[in-house]
């Protein structure tokens, strides 16, 4: 990755933004760090101004248009320029259909559904003009195969998919591709605080026997970030451990 891009994470504070954030700027990328969580979010760009990475935090809440706006217009009156958006934040509040409470699936989509809507419009907009762009949803597995107890969250990271497929569609004239990467279980704090039980049984269903890593995720994302995979566009890369094939 040529030391000009300009890539713009959300969700930045811990877990796989983290670990893209840091992929990225590994990669030789600038960084703008986008998270909801100040001190988590300011942290992380004090250590990569640390090692020399020209890096920006912006605190903001993705689901708020107005945010939203906020950041992208600091983002390029920084650094005039967006080459790499990653739509990371993300929540979950789960509860079975029938006790699912309105509120509940509404913050969900909101976060993770019109969240990637709004930053994804924002930077659609630079990208087309730079006529240059990577746009990459973090979905997850469970957008491609449903699962017991979480609704609101199948729905927002099916309805990625759908996003990412029409913006590609739309997008790709102007060189700037759209692809989700669809994570399978990987440890985090999301993930930390579902019982022992559920573990054991998703571990069973892993072909390669193991739970991934925030850095596993990273790599998928430095991947389809590249210059090089710039022919790669409305595609869903399962980071899964053969979980779903
Ligand atoms: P995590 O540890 O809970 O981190 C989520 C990050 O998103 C936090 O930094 C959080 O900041 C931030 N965030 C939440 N809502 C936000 C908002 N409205 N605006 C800005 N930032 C916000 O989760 P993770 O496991 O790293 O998950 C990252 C992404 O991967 C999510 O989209 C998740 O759905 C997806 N994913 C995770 C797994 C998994 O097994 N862990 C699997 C598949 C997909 P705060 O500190 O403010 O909450």
């Not at 004090?46 to 809440?61: M, N, P, Y």
């Not at 390029?76 to 790499?84: K, N, S």
């Not at 309105?102 to 924002?122: I, P, Q, S």
């Not at 039980?197 to 069973?204: D, Y």
Request: contains cysteine.
């Amino acid at each position: 990755m040529p030391k000009d891009k300009v890539a713009l994470v959300t969700g930045v504070s811990r877990g796989i933004g983290r670990a893209v954030v840091l992929a990225l700027a590994a990669a030789g990328a600038r960084i703008v760090a986008v998270g909801r969580n100040r001190e988590g979010t300011e942290s992380l760009v004090e250590e990569l101004k640390a090692q020399g990475t020209e890096a920006l935090a912006i605190v903001a809440d993705v689901s708020q248009a107005d945010d939203v706006e906020r950041v992208f217009s600091e983002a390029t009156a920084a650094f005039g320029r967006i080459d790499i958006l990653v739509n990371n934040a993300g929540i979950n509040r789960d509860g079975l259909l029938l006790r699912m409470k309105e509120e509940d699936w509404d913050a969900v989509l909101d976060v993770n559904l019109k969240g990637a809507f709004l930053c994804t419009r924002a930077a659609a907009k630079i990208m087309s003009k730079q006529r240059y762009g990577r746009i990459i949803n973090i979905s997850s597995v469970v957008g491609q195969m449903g699962n017991a107890g979480q609704a609101n969250y199948c729905a927002s990271k099916a309805g990625l998919f759908g996003l990412t497929k029409s913006n590609a569609r739309e997008l790709a004239r102007r060189n700037v591709t759209v692809n989700a990467v669809a994570p399978g279980f990987i440890v985090t704090e999301m993930t930390d605080s579902l019982p022992e039980k559920v573990k054991e049984e998703l571990l069973g269903q892993i072909p390669m026997e193991r739970f991934g890593t925030a850095e596993d995720v990273a790599a998928a994302v430095a991947f389809l970030a590249a210059e090089q995979t710039g022919y790669i566009t409305g595609q869903i890369l399962g980071v899964n451990g053969g979980m779903y094939m």
